[in-house]
């Protein structure tokens, strides 16, 4: 698409005398057009084959600019004036030679509104959407405007009648098309040339092309009229549009506007004569039949002609890219070799990682990707990737999971010089890493950066630790005040049923209160659960058993996709029972709310030994022997926001959700000495391991 700097548009005004001149020559030119479309006049006079006038103003009003139009309309008005001069009232003369100059101004200027603020007038036969507006609306929209106006002015002053309106506008609508098919092309396409913004090319293939196609037009159309039992069937000239297509796919624009031009003066000229396979005496619609042969043959030559110019272009397009990529490996790579002396020593030393890239753009300049151009062994160790498994190739096709955030980091770092230090989480390698990058050479960017996963971690711990020990002192106090509230009202309650005067409605309102009062008080015994206030009574039992019975309770209503593997050798845990039940049915209903239809629940208890380094990843444990229950589901899963807060009293993702069950078995496991760990992800699910410390034996 033109940038509209060679337009005329572009250029500065002509002076007014000049554009006075412009308007004149326009006007001339289409009187001039419009005498020749006279000659074409045929059924009586009433008809005219073709009206070149048309593609004279729109071709006009494309290569110099809307500011034409009174040329146009004044040519209009005087050809059209003329025409029906002596046959009408001299004022209804004049009134319909100004609708049909409003009429063919409207027809030019409605294409070059559209046409001239995206292409060149040299552009319109080369690009695709331009040629396809130009038949839209050059050819299609235009003349049908131009029409309505025309005829409903000769009907409106009595020259025709109302009755013939639709054919009339049919007959003046094809035309103007036809017009403007064969002549705007040919006229574009030879001031195109003139102007060196089209090379011939194979000039003598398109001299002997266009002599051929002259030849065999000549030869079609002297043939007399086609009658019943003699001459050519009008199907035959259809055999001359694949000499307009040699032309167009072997030759430039101007020959096929040519051609055109010549099967157009060739068919019109038999018919006009009463010869020819289109000519049939008072036929009407024969002359639609030629007019829209004539049509197809100019629509296909300007069709094949824009595809080819597309393509051509596309082809120029292509041949810059490529060699503007070259350009770009040649320039990293000399950059590379200048910068690599000076890198190798730190390189092979120094204890932090370091790396080479090159940042890699879209069309739009937009960073996209990066490859390795160099890692020093540090960088082997701190990621865990191999220096020559990541060599040459991008950041997508090693980690094909890389989020976005450092691509764009490192890009502003390419672009703009402008060094950064930050510190990100790489979820492909699930380490966290302090980075320090700037940008070696144009196009580049080098990193420093150290392995922060174990100091993250730590701070994390200590955050969640100290948030949980914040929460859990408000939720111990919020408990103890709801238990001795709902003591008190228990105990009135059951005053109150052992009155005389009580009914059975109030009874049963009595109940209800009590059942509502026992449940706020379940709901605070959890909140001490998880405080790790509650008074246990543990004793040394079967972790197997307590979650046998547990499950057996859940899913007493029906079956619930629980699947059980208890280990046979379980070692024995000294807790409290109920608190141990409850935390196994917290753990498994939190797992069955995530489920979706075909989901399951694995529930599975085994002896584990913690050594130091597990121990100390979770500050609350100990080294020694454990039991390990773990429920692992295969639901919706939980984001990293919704997991970090996955332990919080009263925090929930579910509308009906209270928010205690998780933080409940955080409280048990914790207030036993043990501890839980969680882990998830959405769409795949979660995994909730709980460590017990086991019996001495």
């Keep these: ?181 064969v002549v705007a092309p040919l006229l574009l396409a030879t001031v195109s040339l003139l102007q060196g913004r089209e090379a ?152 932090s990682g370091l790396a080479l890239h090159e940042m890699i753009y879209d069309e739009g300049g937009k960073p996209v990707d990066y490859r390795f151009l160099d890692v020093n062994p540090a960088f082997e160790q701190l990621t865990g990737l191999r220096r020559e498994s990541v060599l040459g190739r991008t950041v997508r096709e090693v980690l094909p999971q890389i989020e976005e955030y450092w691509i764009e980091s490192y890009g502003r770092v390419a672009d703009t010089g402008e060094p950064a230090d930050f510190e990100q989480y790489a979820a492909a390698l699930d380490r966290h890493y302090h980075v320090s990058a700037f940008r070696p050479a144009p196009g580049q960017f080098a990193c420093v950066f150290t392995d922060t996963t174990e100091a993250h971690r730590a701070g994390e711990a200590a955050l969640q630790a100290s948030r949980l020990e914040v929460a859990a002192t408000f939720a111990g106090g919020v408990a103890h005040r709801i238990n001795n509230q709902m003591t008190s009202v228990l105990g009135h309650t059951e005053l109150l049923r052992q009155e005389p005067s009580v009914t059975p409605s109030m009874d049963a309102q009595l109940r209800d209160i009590s059942a509502g009062a026992r449940r706020v008080s379940e709901l605070a015994h959890q909140l001490v659960a998880f405080t790790r206030g509650g008074r246990y009574a543990p004793r040394r039992l079967d972790l197997n058993h307590v979650v046998r019975e547990a499950l057996a309770e859940l899913t007493a209503d029906g079956d619930a996709p629980i699947q059980v593997d208890a280990a046979a050798d379980l070692w024995p845990i000294v807790a409290d029972p109920t608190q141990m039940a409850e935390l196994v049915t917290d753990l498994c209903t939190n797992a069955l709310e995530a489920l979706a239809e075909g989901d399951t629940v694995d529930v599975s208890t085994t002896n584990v030994t913690l050594d130091r380094a597990f121990a100390e990843q979770h500050g609350e444990l100990e080294p020694g022997r454990y039991v390990k229950l773990r429920v692992e589901d295969t639901g919706s899963g939980m984001d990293p926001a919704t997991l970090a807060r996955a332990f919080e009293p009263f925090f929930s993702t579910r509308f009906l959700g209270r928010g205690l069950g998780l933080a409940a078995v955080y409280g048990i496991a914790a207030g036993h000495g043990g501890h839980v760990t969680a882990q998830s992800a959405p769409g795949v699910g979660s995994v909730f391991e709980v460590y017990l410390p086991a019996a001495d034996a």
């Excluded at 548009?9 to 004149?24: F, H, M, S, Y």
């Excluded at 507006?133 to 106006?149: D, F, K, R, T």
């Excluded at 009658?227 to 796919?249: D, K, M, N, Q, R």
């Excluded at 010869?275 to 629509?299: I, Y």
């Design 200 to 351: 011939m090319v194979r000039p003598w293939e398109g001299l002997a092309a266009i002599g051929v196609l002259t030849l065999a037009a000549a030869h079609l159309m002297r043939y007399p009229a086609r009658t019943e039992v003699s001459g050519l069937p009008s199907e035959v000239t259809f055999l001359l549009l694949p000499l307009l297509l040699w032309i167009a796919l072997r030759c430039t624009q101007f020959c096929v506007a040519l051609g055109s031009a010549i099967i157009c003066t060739f068919v019109v000229g038999a018919f006009l004569n009463q010869h020819g396979p289109f000519f049939q005496p008072d036929d009407l619609v024969a002359l639609v039949n030629m007019q829209v042969f004539v049509a197809v043959a100019a629509t296909t030559g300007l069709a094949v002609t824009a595809v080819l110019g597309e393509r051509r272009a596309l082809e120029e397009n292509l041949e810059w890219l490529v060699a503007e990529r070259a350009a770009e490996l040649g320039r990293a790579n000399a950059a590379l070799a200048e910068s690599e002396a000076h890198y190798r020593t730190l390189f092979n030393t120094m204890h």
């Design 1 to 181: 698409m033109s940038t509209r700097a060679d337009s005329p548009d572009a250029a500065r005004r002509p002076p007014p005398t000049l554009i006075a001149l412009e308007v004149l020559a326009v006007a001339l030119t289409y009187y001039l057009a419009a005498q020749i479309g006279k000659l074409t006049a045929t059924y009586s006079g009433n008809v005219c084959a073709l009206w070149p006038a048309a593609g004279v103003a729109l071709a006009a009003a494309l290569l110099r600019g809307p500011r034409v139009w009174p040329g146009i309309a004044l040519g209009a008005c005087v050809a059209n004036a003329q025409a029906s001069w002596g046959t009408l009232p001299a004022a209804s003369s004049i009134a319909c030679g100004l609708a049909n100059g409003a009429g063919a101004s409207l027809s030019a200027l409605l294409p070059t509104y559209v046409l001239r603020p995206a292409f060149a007038p040299h552009e319109v036969l080369r690009r695709v959407c331009a040629a396809g507006q130009l038949i839209l609306l050059g050819a299609a929209v235009g003349p049908l405007l131009s029409a309505l106006l025309g005829v409903m002015a000769l009907a409106a002053a009595g020259a025709l009648p109302w009755e013939a309106f639709p054919g009339a506008v049919a007959t003046w609508w094809v035309g103007d098309a036809v017009g403007v098919l």
